[in-house]
């Protein structure tokens, strides 16, 4: 299959730089499959899991939004964060959900709008986090069956062709 060159960065740093052979993304639309050569295009994207397959490797990331941009041969993902689903910590993934939820209940008691959107976007992003290890774990043990750990998630890790 046919590689096209692939860049995810995040406001503050490059995440993966690369050749990739698909990728899958969903949007607010529904999902969308990216190949080599791809018509042009530009969508949001919905905080969600990302699927990339890398030198026949289907990779995993969790994104919490952000946009993606195919221009043929080059594609750019443009995320508010990412992280590979490998590297998500079950634990601090379940205490960012429980400190999002303090937060946000305080910032809407003091009716401060800013607080708010930001406690909302901690609180989307630790859903998607714990979202992504929950279906990672029925996948491996089946159907509402677990190993009894902790679904959720933390810091990020790395692919070859990754920077830094």
């Known amino acids: 299959m046919r590689s ?9 740093r490059v995440f993966y730089t690369g050749p990739a052979q698909s990728l899958t993304v969903d949007t607010p639309l529904g999902k969308m499959g990216v190949l080599y050569q791809h018509e042009p ?12 397959i890398i030198e026949d490797k289907e990779r995993t990331a969790v994104c919490t939004g952000g946009f993606l941009e195919v221009l043929g041969e080059k594609v750019y993902i443009f995320a508010q964060s990412i992280e ?23 910032a809407q008691r003091e ?3 800013y607080e708010i959107q930001r406690h909302v976007w901690a609180l989307e992003r630790a859903q998607a986090r714990l979202r992504s290890l929950k279906g990672r774990a029925e996948a491996r043990f089946g159907e509402g069956k677990s190993d009894g750990g902790d679904t959720s998630g933390g810091s990020s890790g790395g692919a070859e062709g990754e920077r830094r």
Do not use: C, G, M
């Open 41 to 52: 295009v530009v969508a949001a994207l919905a905080p969600s899991e990302i699927k990339v």
């Open 111 to 113: 009716n401060n709008k």
């Open 84 to 106: 590979w689903l490998e590297d998500i910590d079950a634990q601090r993934a379940q205490e960012a959900l429980e400190r999002a939820k303090r937060h946000l209940e305080a």
């Open 4 to 12: 096209f060159a692939l860049e995810i960065v995040t406001p503050d």
